[in-house]
């Protein structure tokens, strides 16, 4: 019996929605969750390129056909969580290119289950 790959981060439909639309005015995209204080830990999308990844960040998956990505020492944190990226009204991030649109990203997230965790360990060879 194969099991379907467990994922770290998925996305609402309305997620996928916004992606598609800033995908057709700004190109490939990729995202970034934010830990910071300015924007709070909301997921900062931007076009692809444009954010410096570095060492310390960890792509966690794709959504929507983009990369995202979180920084080491934040998912040492969330390690054993499962991030549901959503869609609010409100504002976004200041650079984070949603912002115009009066809608923003929004994480939210549940832990893993156990036959969740076992599966992704065997996944990435833990």
Partial sequence: MSHSPVS????TEAALELI???RAQHGELMFHQSGGCC???SPMC???GEFRI???DVLLGEIGGCPFYMSE???EYW???HLIIDVVPGRGGMFSLEGPTGRRFHTRSRLFTDAEWAALQAQEGC
């Fill in 73 to 75: 020492s934040q998912f």
């Fill in 54 to 56: 570095g060492q310390s």
């Fill in 39 to 41: 924007d709070g830990s």
């Fill in 79 to 81: 390690q054993h969580t």
């Fill in 20 to 22: 598609d639309e800033l």
């Fill in 8 to 11: 770290r981060v998925t996305a």
């Fill in 46 to 48: 931007y076009p692809r």
